[in-house]
């Protein structure tokens, strides 16, 4: 099916197979279309319908809640085409960065299961091919029988691999959840679609880094420093993660976090907050290098920020209640340029 965007005076036509979300079709033809989530959540994907007819994958997606319907509005995210389409796209149509990786489908199995805590499980995935993406990406998987695509962030970093790392925080009656849980999986073929998401790092950038993470938001965190640490990045800048848990039963990756911060002593440093540990409670001696911190991630983070840090680019990754209140006092408050957050909200 042709897919035809008129924006600007500008024509872009993609091809979109059967049963391709319009956003991944034009992604994967090197169209930079708008989203964030790319899982039905955010509404950023919104486009309009002007002619043809598509089928709408997930009528009750949250992202829906602040459509036009009478001007046809659709989630490209969440929609296929049945015939050839013309579509209106409301917001900015971004040109690519020079190094953007174009995204694309690929088959995959899934290996080496564990779980890290009582509720965050990691797991691999292995492609046939070799395959790029930059540290604080994202994929999305699609699971025999259930509906719909998850994102999940990198936790490794290499310039090309055809192993991708991942945690996955086990929700109640989460289906993919259940579904990664309840049985051998190494045996099924799953699609994945990526590599996708803007809260990248890019060493050419030169900037000082803070990381705040909630709970599995520390998978594409984890990413970056990873890379950081492969170029010697944190010899040359400053990072500071900061890694919002709510125990310390909750500590995940702090052999390798150590590994890190004893590497890079004078420019990097880990926090782990704790929100619900009293002040008086200790970590266990596992904690090592790390210091810790006690209440909510954000606020332990903000505190440390001054005004006129403008060489620095934040990161936060997690639950939206986290990002949302963390974006505003960076903007207000830190008098941060919006150009120097970059985030991941796991709605
Ligand atoms: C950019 C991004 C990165 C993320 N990274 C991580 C990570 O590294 N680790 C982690 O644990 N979590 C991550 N998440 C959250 C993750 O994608 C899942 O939401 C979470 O694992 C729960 O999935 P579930 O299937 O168990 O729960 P469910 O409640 O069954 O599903 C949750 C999500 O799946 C989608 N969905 C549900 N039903 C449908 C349907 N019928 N059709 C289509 N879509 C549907 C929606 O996006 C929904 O929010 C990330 C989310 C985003 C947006
Ligand atoms: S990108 Fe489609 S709803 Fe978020």
């Known amino acids: 099916m042709l897919i035809e965007i008129e924006k600007k005076g500008q024509t872009h036509i993609f091809e979109a197979a059967p049963e391709e979300k319009l956003l991944f079709a034009g992604l994967r033809a090197g169209i930079s279309l708008p989203y964030e989530c790319s899982t039905g959540t955010c509404g950023s994907c919104r486009a309009r319908l002007k002619e043809g007819n598509l089928e709408i994958g997930w009528p009750d ?22 015939t050839s389409c013309k579509l209106g796209v409301p917001s900015k149509i971004e040109p690519f960065r ?108 030169n900037h000082d880094l803070v990381m705040i993470a ?19 990045y944190f010899d040359s800048h400053k990072a500071s993660l900061y890694f919002g848990i709510r125990t310390w039963d909750d500590m995940i990756f702090v052999e390798r976090l150590n590994s890190m911060v004893k590497r890079f002593p004078n420019n990097l440093s880990v926090q782990m907050v704790a929100s619900q540990e009293s002040s008086d409670s200790r970590p266990p001696e596992s904690i090592g290098k790390l210091s810790h911190g006690y209440g909510w991630v954000h606020e332990v983070a903000l505190n440390s920020l001054t005004l006129g840090q403008e060489n620095t680019m934040v990161y936060i990754a997690g639950p939206q209640p986290l990002v949302d209140a963390t974006i505003r006092p960076l903007i207000t408050e830190i008098q941060l340029a919006s150009g120097m957050i970059r985030y991941d909200s796991f709605s």
């Open 61 to 82: 997606a949250p992202g829906h809640k602040n459509l036009k319907a009478e001007k046809n509005e659709f989630l490209m995210c969440q929609a296929t085409a049945k």
């Open 98 to 205: 020079d190094d953007d990786l174009t995204p694309l489908h690929h088959q995959a199995s899934i290996s080496n299961l564990s779980m890290l805590s009582s509720d965050i499980m990691r797991f691999e995935v292995n492609l046939d091919s070799l395959i790029s993406f930059h540290a604080g990406q994202f994929f999305v998987l699609k699971a025999p029988g259930i509906d719909g695509y998850r994102a999940y962030s990198m936790v490794n970093y290499e310039v090309s691999t055809n192993t991708l790392e991942f945690i996955i925080k086990q929700k109640q009656y989460g289906s993919f959840t259940d579904w990664i849980s309840s049985s051998d999986r190494v045996t099924n073929e799953i699609e994945i679609f990526g590599p996708l998401g803007k809260a990248t790092f890019h060493p050419d950038e």
């Open 214 to 232: 909630g709970g599995s938001g520390i998978a594409g965190l984890m990413s970056i420093m990873e890379h950081g640490c492969k170029v010697n």
